[in-house]
């Protein structure tokens, strides 16, 4: 089965015409703060991931900001470091 080519080339004329994405009304987020960036590490998808069906709320699509391309790698990305969290405080009391 042929796969896709990973790198597209777009002429000029069809990028003109491509709608404009740009933030100037993403919705406002409050700042994770100082002490958030200070302990934030870099976080690198796996190559073994596996596609799950997932109901959100409207909102927390919204802060994502669906419209772009990187939603499901920023969701991805929180959960991804909240394990990696707790992994690191150790085994769970339940």
Avoid: C
Wanted: net charge positive; aromatic share 6%.
């Amino acid at each position: 089965m042929p796969t896709k080519p990973s790198i597209v080339q777009r002429s000029r004329n069809l990028l003109a015409r491509l709608p404009d994405l740009s933030q100037d009304d993403a919705p406002s987020r409050a700042s994770l703060g100082a002490a958030f960036w200070k302990s934030a590490a870099p976080v690198y998808p796996s190559r073994n991931r596996r596609l799950v069906r997932l109901r959100l709320d409207p909102e927390v699509l919204d802060w994502f900001g669906t419209s772009r391309d990187d939603a499901h790698g920023g969701i991805n990305a929180i959960l991804r470091a909240h394990v990696e969290r707790r992994r690191a405080d150790g085994p769970r009391g339940d």
